[in-house]
Antibody
Framework: QLQLQESGPGLVKPSLTLSLTCTVSGGSITRDHNWGWIRQVPGEGLEWIGSAYYSGNTYYSPSFKSRVTISMDTSNNHFSLSLSSVTAADTAVYYC????????????????????WGPGTLVTVSS | SSELTQDPAVSVALGQTVRITCQGDSLRTYCASWYQQKPGQAPVLVILGENKRPSGIPDRFSGSNSGTTASLTITGAQAEDEAVYYCNSRDSSGYHYVFGGGTKVTVL
C-alpha cells in the first residue's frame, strides 16, 4: 500500500526558505501519476501549492508561482517543495499527495483527484 | 472563474440524508472530487469522477455533477461522518487545482 511521508524543519525563520521532502514508500514514483503539495493554514481550508509530473514538468498556483519550486527525485523515490521568502502567513500544515493523470468521464468531463495523502507536517514561521 | 464555492456548514439528524454542494465555472469541464477531513487528520478522498468511491469508502457516500454544480450526498448519515468536506477540481485552465472553502457537517 502506497504511503507518503512529509519531512523537514518544523520551524523556519522569516525571509528564509522552507524546504520539505515527501518520501514515497510501498510503491514507486510512476509516470502515470502526478505528485503535489497542498497546505492548510491552522483553522482554514486547503490550498493547492503546485504539482510535478514524472517528466519533471511542474505547475504552480499563481498565488505561489514566484516563490515555489517542486522537484522530483525518482531514483530515490521522493519529491520536494521549496518555498522562498516565507512570512508568518506561511505557517501551515503542509501535505504531499499523489494524483493520477486526468481521465475523461462518461459525460465528457475530465477528472482526477488527490487519492493518497501524507499525514502532513506543521511548519511554523517565526523568529 | 477559478473559485469553488461551498456553504460553510450544514447539520443533519442521525440516519437522515444530507447534500453538500459545490459551485464553480470549472465544473462544466471537470468533475469535482470530494474529501473528508476530521480534526487533526489529513483529508481522505471519498468521491471522484462522476460518482466513484475509492476502496473502503461506504456506499452511503455518492456524488453527482451537473452544469456548474457538484454535489456530495450522504444517505443515512452516521456519527462518524461528522467532519469538514472539501470539493476540488482543476480550474478552467486545466493546469491548476482549486479547493472549495469546505462545509462542516454536524450530525445531530
Amino acid at each position: 500500500q502506497l504511503q507518503l511521508q512529509e519531512s523537514g524543519p518544523g520551524l523556519v525563520k522569516p525571509s528564509l526558505t522552507l524546504s520539505l521532502t515527501c518520501t514515497v514508500s510501498g510503491g514507486s514514483i510512476t509516470r502515470d501519476h502526478n505528485w503535489g503539495w497542498i497546505r492548510q493554514v491552522p483553522g482554514e481550508g486547503l490550498e493547492w501549492i503546485g504539482s510535478a509530473y514524472y517528466s519533471g514538468n511542474t505547475y504552480y498556483s499563481p498565488s505561489f508561482k514566484s516563490r515555489v519550486t517542486i522537484s522530483m527525485d525518482t531514483s530515490n523515490n521522493h519529491f520536494s517543495l521549496s518555498l522562498s521568502s516565507v512570512t508568518a502567513a506561511d505557517t501551515a500544515v503542509y501535505y504531499c499527495a499523489r494524483h493520477p493523470l486526468v481521465l475523461i468521464s462518461a459525460t465528457g468531463r475530465g477528472y482526477d483527484a488527490f487519492d493518497v495523502w501524507g499525514p502532513g507536517t506543521l511548519v511554523t514561521v517565526s523568529s | 472563474s477559478s473559485e469553488l464555492t461551498q456553504d460553510p456548514a450544514v447539520s443533519v439528524a442521525l440516519g437522515q440524508t444530507v447534500r453538500i454542494t459545490c459551485q464553480g465555472d470549472s465544473l462544466r469541464t471537470y468533475c469535482a472530487s470530494w474529501y473528508q477531513q476530521k480534526p487533526g487528520q489529513a483529508p481522505v478522498l471519498v468521491i471522484l469522477g462522476e460518482n466513484k468511491r475509492p476502496s473502503g469508502i461506504p456506499d452511503r457516500f455518492s456524488g453527482s455533477n451537473s452544469g456548474t454544480t457538484a454535489s456530495l450526498t450522504i444517505t443515512g448519515a452516521q456519527a462518524e461522518d461528522e467532519a469538514v468536506y472539501y470539493c476540488n477540481s482543476r480550474d478552467s485552465s486545466g493546469y491548476h487545482y482549486v479547493f472549495g472553502g469546505g462545509t462542516k457537517v454536524t450530525v445531530l
